[in-house]
């Protein structure tokens, strides 16, 4: 059982970064196995705060390898640019960083692609982060998708051109007119610089760590409420976030996961289009999004904002079979005089549930909340458990009873060392 699996439970943005850093050393490895340059994963200590979006989080962490899987699309521009903002923050990844061969390429008509589409849906569009995820998620699928280890080869250059042709008649059909030739330029000079990085066959890279021993911390993107199959579809990122993904996302069999840490915050946030139960659209809402900072760490658009929502956590948690539950943002509520939960949904014919119905966009549901009294007061180096104030000890033994999942890990702020564990 050597390969943990951290993954949000709600629609993104859950803090995953600040945990993946923060536990990453009880690992050797840490890897990202799905999604690409969409996530947005902040990290913040030492006076330093910063986004990764397609490196793993491990990164600071100079003894880990961080390996980016077979299941990422990757967008080589952005990683070059994230290499040489971690080398300017003294962070040298030369040794360890690992890149899939088989990660699916985005080019630049695949970002193309994705604005044309959005643009076409016009009021239905999916808010999508428009960083080409869905167009290369869709060419992997019908096998036309260029790979990581196709720029070692020596006819790459007309097999992009293959994909490019294909992809500009398809931008005839939406008549979407771009110029691509900066994004062209930037892209061969970044495939130039991501040569000097180790290109592996991450399958037998991470079973031969798994041989040796290594334990591996497999960091999602996205959350589960996103999944292609399991998330508000069509309202969806194009993978699986959920627990399954990180085994065809690294090549890792189901045998070797062990924990499942789940996280969540204590409330409830989403950006871009879809349905949203608990969504606020009032001053609580607006007040949640200003002392919790909700704002997209990858396109800065604001997040909408509501309270804890537990059929959808249940069901996350189901379909993950998460072991830990991780909670997060806990300081943004301490002002607040009252916090609710939706422990259900009121169906329009009446009937009362804590289950998802098969559609949640075309379903009305009416949140049933439950009232809690909030702790209002600041939390500030908490040592233990037992020194939470009882408001907030109650809450969290609440959603613990309602999930069937311990919390093992609250965090307070979004400093590195604002992080309780559960001893
Ligand atoms: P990720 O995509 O799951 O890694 O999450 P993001 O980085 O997109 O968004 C989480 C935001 O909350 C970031 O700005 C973090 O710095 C911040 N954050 C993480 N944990 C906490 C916390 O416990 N309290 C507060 N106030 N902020 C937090
Ligand atoms: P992290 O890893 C929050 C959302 C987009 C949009 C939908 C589809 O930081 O939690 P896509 O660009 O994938 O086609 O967008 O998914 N989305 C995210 N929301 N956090 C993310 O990543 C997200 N990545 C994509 O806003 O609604
Ligand atoms: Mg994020």
Redo the contacts with the bound molecule.
Sequence with gaps: MCMDILL?LQ????G?GKIVDFIAPDYQVVARFQ?GP????TLHFDGIKHVLHQIPSGAFRPEIKNLIGNGVVLDLHTLKNEILSLTKLGVDLTRNLFISKKAQLIIPTHRAL?AASEKQKGENK??????G??PTYADKVARVGLRVGDILLPDFKERYNALKARHLEQLRFYAYEVDLQEQEEQFFEAVEFIKSYPLVDSEYFINNEIRKGSRILAEG???SL?DIDFGSYP????SNTTVAGACTGLGVAPHHIGKVLGIFKAYCT?????PFPTELFDETGERLRRIGHEF????G?PRRCGWLDLPALKYAVMINHVTNLLMMKADVLNEFEEIMVCTHYELPDGTITDQLPYCLNSTKVTPVYQRFTGWQCELTDLQSFEELPAALADYIRFIEQQVGVPVTLLSYGSNRKDTLMRA
Excluded: C, M, P, Y
């Design positions: 949000g629609w993104g943005d859950e995953k999604g969409n996530a947005g994963h994705d999916i808010g999508s982060t428009l960083r995820i869905g993107a996205q959350g996103l309202f969806v990122t194009s989403r950006v871009g289009s879809g997209g760490a990858t396109t658009r």
